[in-house]
């Protein structure tokens, strides 16, 4: 099956500083990579997603970048503010007409310090 | 309906009893997925189902775990004989794949404390 790795496990950052999540994924097969923001108390949310037939997304302050060939992917965050403060989950799957069962890794908890 | 709902929120159960978690979710989805997370990991696959089937369980899902969507509509989770080491939160997801969305839309889980 899927295994998802996941890397740093904590990353602080200055406000207004990027941050960069790395992920790691064993199944050459999957092509559909999601990235969560769960606060806390609180339920994971779709922040952005990435299928393997694109190497990048962007959405205003968020990025995604794939390597099939490398299979990794990343979560790139710009101009960090104190509300990106959570915990960051990247997820993989093999999706044939949909997303199937997503295999998540560990997380990343994001501290933006003031 | 905005969301995917989950009832209850919380649930303590002595060792030995069973345990059924209900979740709704977004009407539009036809599918709907189980997780599990406990703290400090990422959620864990239990199983989903599309429409009212069942597609795909988790080596997670022992004998004692079983979940239905039995209208394709809501479905129920249920835990038997609980054990101390079910105590996690239970998150219900769905998504429509078809509409060419895949990102799921959780719910705010149900935490089981086994005592």
């Known amino acids: 099956g899927e295994n998802v790795e996941q890397h740093p496990s904590t990353l602080s950052v200055q406000e207004g500083d990027s941050a960069v999540i790395k992920c790691t994924y064993s199944d050459s097969a999957s092509n559909y990579f999601p990235w969560y923001k769960q606060e806390l108390g609180k339920r994971p949310q779709l922040i952005i997603d990435i299928r393997s037939n694109v190497g990048e997304k962007k959405d205003q302050r968020i990025a995604v970048t794939l390597n099939k060939t490398a299979k990794h992917f990343s979560l790139h965050i710009t101009e960090t503010q104190p509300e990106d403060s959570a915990v960051y989950f990247c997820a993989a799957t093999y999706s044939g007409g949909g997303a199937d069962g997503l295999t998540f890794g560990k997380g990343t908890h994001l501290i933006i310090q003031p | 309906d905005t969301g995917v709902s989950q009832d209850p929120r919380h649930k303590i159960t002595k060792r030995g009893q069973n345990v059924t978690f209900r979740c709704d979710p977004i009407s539009e989805h036809n599918r709907l997925y189980w997780y599990r997370q406990t703290l400090g990991q990422g959620p864990e696959f239990l199983t989903y189902f599309q429409n009212e089937a069942q597609l795909e369980k988790s080596r997670l899902l022992s004998d004692r775990f079983s979940a239905e969507r039995p209208k394709g509509s809501f479905s129920t989770l249920e835990i038997q004989r609980t054990e101390q080491g079910d105590s996690a939160m239970y998150l219900c997801?769905?998504?429509?794949?078809?509409?060419?969305?895949?990102?799921?839309?959780f719910g705010s889980g149900t935490r089981l404390t086994v005592v």
């Open positions: 997801a769905s998504s429509a794949p078809g509409t060419g969305d895949y990102g799921y839309t």
